[in-house]
């Protein structure tokens, strides 16, 4: 079994290769990542995985490699993904996620690769109107990030009802945790994820960690998120892969599923437990609400766990040690 992997070298990416490797004894790995955010570190160093430092927006580059190696599936993590910047950039955000993704998708027709598992996110269902959010909640994305992962869940669609693609679009919530031996981790800059910014704090690498209003309608008033540990999301893509790689010849099949733990945690619990885990007391410093951020965002996951069988194993804490490990030993 061949597949490719887009933005393999990212926080993500590189936790599935990882697991990739374990999970299929004889898998080939083609990574390709431009490094615009990843780190070449986070790749195993295995003759099964070989390293492609393209853009999926470089054609010339990417072609000779889906001829030569002809996939039998492609892992799509490739993008940005900043909230924040996409409202500033929106730009650079359609051109990336989205131009980006259709110049993928337009050589993987060429070469007859015809089975995709994407990276979709929560931000697509917008805010909530109900809690937790199930795949039948509508989407309205508040955010040009939001609408760029609309856009490729959309465009999948339309290569299923067109030419017989099949797709997974996976909707997580909020990524967290690091591997168990602490040898990858999370590495953004910046880093705008709640669990290493208050691990910072506690390693003295940041004065104070913000929490950005303790007065929402929650029980100790800061906001509610879905934390995921990686290995749960790698777990998940596995089994999605499973699905679309056992299809028979001329069958092709869809879905979107949420990937989250059904169990939210407010700012405040994340700060109080990566103390305990930590053994050390961190600073805390209240400022105002940012705008559009909802009071809470959970997941229901049954869908993951009928279509998938897929049940997360990490909780809270453990994503916390496992973050914390890295945190204090990390290499990139
Ligand atoms: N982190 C989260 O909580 C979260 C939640 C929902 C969805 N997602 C999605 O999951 C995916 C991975 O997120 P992440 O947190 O690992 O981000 P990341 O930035 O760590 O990883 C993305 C990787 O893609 C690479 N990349 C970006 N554009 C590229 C291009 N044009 N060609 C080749 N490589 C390119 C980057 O260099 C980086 O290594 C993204 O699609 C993101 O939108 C993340």
């Known amino acids: 079994m061949k597949i490719l992997v887009t933005g393999a070298a990212g926080y993500i990416g590189s936790h599935f290769v990882k697991k990739a490797l374990d999970r299929y004894p004889t898998v080939k790995v083609l990574a390709v990542d431009d490094l615009r955010e990843g780190h070449a570190q986070a790749l195993p160093d295995s003759e099964r995985v070989t390293f492609h430092n393209i853009s999926i ?116 919530f909020n990524a967290a945790g690091a591997d168990d031996q602490a040898a990858i981790g999370e590495s953004h800059e910046p880093e705008t994820h709640l669990i290493p910014l208050v691990l910072q704090t506690a390693l003295g690498r940041r004065e104070e960690i913000g929490i950005y209003g303790d007065d929402y309608d929650t029980e100790d008033g800061t906001c509610i998120r879905d934390y995921v540990h990686v290995y749960d999301l790698a777990e998940a893509h596995c089994l999605a892969l499973d699905k679309l790689l056992a299809l028979k010849e001329g069958d092709s099949t869809f879905d979107a599923i949420n990937l989250g733990t059904s169990r939210g945690a407010s700012v405040e619990e994340v700060i109080k437990t990566c103390e305990k885990v930590s053994g050390r007391s961190i600073k805390r410093k209240v400022t105002a609400r940012r705008p559009g951020d909802p009071a809470k965002l959970v997941a229901d996951y049954t869908r993951a766990k009928e279509i998938l069988g897929w049940e997360p194993k990490y909780d809270l804490e453990r994503i916390i040690e496992t973050a914390w490990a890295w945190e204090k030993s990390r290499q990139y």
């Not at 937790?132 to 994305?141: A, F, G, L, V, Y």
């Open 57 to 172: 927006a470089n054609s010339e580059a990417l072609d000779p490699v889906l001829a030569a190696e002809k996939p039998d599936a492609v892992v799509h993590y490739a993008a940005n993904a900043y909230v924040g910047e996409s409202q500033e950039k929106p730009f650079k955000y359609f051109d990336n996620n989205v131009a980006g993704s259709l110049n993928l998708f337009k050589l993987l027709a060429r070469h007859g690769v015809n089975k995709v598992i994407f990276s979709s996110s929560c931000t697509t269902y917008g805010n909530p109107e109900y809690i937790p959010i199930d795949e039948k909640h509508p989407q309205s994305p508040i955010n040009v990030y939001g609408i760029t992962k609309l856009m490729i869940e959309q465009a999948l669609m339309g290569l299923h009802l067109a030419s017989g693609w099949s797709y997974i679009s996976l909707r997580y």
